[in-house]
Every structure is written in C-alpha cells, then in structure tokens.
C-alpha cells in the first residue's frame, strides 16, 4: 500500500540550481529566467526534493535522456512527492518501456494520421464557432476557461465516442490528475478509479452495440500474440488518451491567444496573411511548450558529462530544451515565421507523442476561427491572468476585453 498521507507543504526556493521545485509559486507563473539561470549553471541540475530530481536543461541533455531507455525507465512519468508501486498497464503506451512499448504505441497510431485529422477538421471548426456563439455578444470573456478548454475535451470526446457534455467531468479528472495529484496521493487515486468506472460502463455498451470509435478501436485490437487486450490496458490507454489529449493542447491553444493578446503585430500579421498560421503555430509551441515529462533512473550513467544515480526521478523539460539558445536563436523570442523549427513540444526518441497531428489541427483551427470572428482583444486590465501548477503549464484564467479598444 502507499503512503497516502499529506506530505508537508513545499518550503519556497532560495537557491535554484541546487535545490529547483517545478510545483514553486515562482516557477508556476514565470519559468523561463529559472529555466536560463539553471542552463547556465549546468547541463543538469539536481534538487533533493520530491525523493531526490535531477533536470536537463540544456536540449542535448533532454534529447539524450530521451533517447535513453536503458538508463531511464518511463514506467512513472510525473515528478511528486512519493513513489507508489508502479501499476501494470498504467497508461501504455507512455508508461511502458521497450520492448513493450512499441507494439502497444503502433495500436495508437491509425486513429491519428494527417487523414484521420482532415476528417475531424470540419467538427472542430463547428466546435470552435459554437463556443465563440456563447460568448462574443458579452464583450468580455475568459479565453481559458470558455474556449481553449472546451476545444481538445470536445474533440477527444468525439472520437471516444463519449458524450460531449461530460466535459466538466473530464476537466476535473485532470486537474485531479495533473495538478492536485502532485501533492496528494488519495486524489489521484480518485480520480483514476473514477475514470476507469466510467470507461467500464461504456466497455459494456460496446460488447452488445459497436461503435466505430476509439474505444471500439481499442476493445478490438489484439497483442503481438494475436490475442485481444487486457482491460488493464484498454482502460490504461483511454485514461491516457483523455489525460494528454486535453490538458496539453487546451494550454497550448491558451499559451497562443495570451501571446497574441499582448503582440498585436503578430495578431494583425495572422490576420492579414493566415497562411502563416501553421508555421505560428509551431513557433508558438516551441516557446509556449506545455508539457514537462518524467523519467526514473534505474541505471547509474552520465549525461552531458553530468553523473547521474539510479533511484531518483528526472524532470525532463521539453520546455527548457526549447528555449535553448545554442540551439534556437533569439530563444527568448516568438518569431512567428520561424523558418528552421526543429522543437521539441511533442517529446524526442520513441515516447514523441501519438496525437501531434490532431493538436497541430486544434490549434490552427483554433486560432483561424478565433481570429475570424474575433481579430480585436486583449488582456483586460481588471482581472488576473493564472497558470497552471506542474507537468503541464498554460493558462487557467485568461480574462479578455472583446472588440477595439475605446
């Protein structure tokens, strides 16, 4: 059984480099002088909290974490305050290493092709239109919490085929999840369990009426010995699919309306030429990057000159390897038609993620209608932008004025 007590609150940080806590106030709401003070300390820095972490900061020493599954196992994959026993089938494919991890991320793969994506591009655009409808009379609006949100929770309901209007379920499993779960074990616990009841059920429904959706897709597919899925791991997957196909996207698609609320130039440049909106996108998801990864030493080794000891967790920080500056010029800077891109916001070596392809179309979509409909805001001064706390960063609250200003 694990410890499911509370661990005390986190002390603030005093010194960075030797004692970093990603969950820090600081941290929350601007990482990026702590991401440049580390980097510039070394390549890998090292904190005794959360049972000892060490973090790459440097793009060479995340891709070579990445690409090392021999030294650095996937099986936890979020930095917290304790280590329960690892779960069989957690939530394959990102929590399996090799050799099971490849046969269990190809059954992922056909349902996100660019193909798949084209189908579901014209759902995502009502989606988006719908949303808009709900709120551009009002003047006002939080961007975060009546629009980024809803956009990845509403397609990846949709091609579950689960209701749509779960959606504040679905919310709140994931801040459970991603956020609260950090520091508190039984609500991660929760939440899980909640999850895989409600995926149970709809399991059942299946078995007497198929569907041609993921989960379908899912309860049909078979091991590499021909054999059909365990639950575990039909259930590990969904949970999976609607954890990183929500949170990561819905701060994405919030990273990129908070830039272009405060850089009218860019705002104005997308507006007026709109084919440049694929490559923004990728600009802003190189500076933006939501997700921060784990990895667990299982196997002393060095990296970038760096030793490393087996036992302690790493917080791999796509994030920080996107901000380097030996790697991106001008680092610190949203260069919107960035021409030579080669970011990593979707993870390097084989855990890069299954659903890049259908975020990529969210976030175009996402911002081509918002910017038809809407091409005037900006932050309103009355209210309070918030982030996010942890493994994903994005906006909470992004409140909006609407319109020109007076």
Known sequence: MSDVSQPAAHPPVTDWVHDFDHTDPQWTEDPFPIWDELRAASPVVHTERFLGCYMPTTYEAVREIANDTEHFSSRRIIVRDVRPEVARNAAPPITSDPPVHKPAKQLLLPPFTPDAMKKLEPRMRAICNELIDGFIADGKVDAAARYAKYIPVRAIAHMLGIPESDSDLFIDWIHMILELGIKDESKLLQAVQEMSAYFRTHIEERRSKPTDDLISHLMNAKDKEGQPLEESHVLGSLRLLLIAGIDTTWSAIGSSL?????????????????????????????????????????????????????????????????????????????????????????????????????????????????????????LDPAGTVTWSQGTVRGPRQLPFLLGKAM
Not at 283 to 309: N, Q
Not at 332 to 339: A, M
């Open 258 to 378: 908070w830039h272009l609320a405060r850089t009218p130039a860019d705002r104005e440049r997308l507006i007026a030429e709109p084919g440049v909106i694929p490559i923004a996108v990728e600009e802003l998801l190189r500076a933006y990057s939501p997700v921060t990864m784990a990895r667990e030493v299982v196997k002393e080794t060095t990296i970038s000159g760096c030793p490393v000891k087996a036992g302690n967790m790493v917080l791999l920080s796509f994030p920080a390897a996107n901000r380097d500056p030996k790697v991106f010029p001008d680092a610190d800077k949203v260069v919107i038609d960035r021409r030579e891109n080669r970011h990593a916001a979707f993870g390097l070596g084989i855990h890069r993620c299954v659903g890049s392809n259908l975020a990529r179309m969210e976030m175009q979509v996402a911002l081509e209608e918002w910017l038809k409909r809407i091409p005037d805001f900006r």
